[in-house]
């Protein structure tokens, strides 16, 4: 079976927390999902599995999106 490495893989769940829930509480997770989008959407054509680095960057999209609904609420 192959390892999930979109959404939330293992490497990023070590300790009690996620790293972008840690992001997130420091106020930062906006700019952070745009960076990691931007990052990802560049350099897919030089992976070795570009369709996994473009779901990569529609994952902080998403969660961008999620970001901004609560925060029009």
Request: proline letters at 8%; aromatic letters at 8%.
């Given at each position: 079976m192959k390892k999930e490495m979109?959404?939330?893989?293992d490497h990023y769940n070590k300790g009690?927390?996620?790293v972008i829930d840690?992001?997130?509480d420091l106020g930062m997770a906006k700019d952070f999902c745009?960076?990691?989008a931007i990052k990802y959407i560049a350099r897919y054509k030089h992976k070795q599995n570009p369709t996994e680095d473009i779901k990569k960057a529609i994952w902080y999209l998403q969660y961008l999106i999620e970001i901004l609904q609560s925060e029009e609420k």
């Open positions: 979109v959404d939330h893989p009690k927390i996620e840690f992001i997130k745009i960076g990691n």
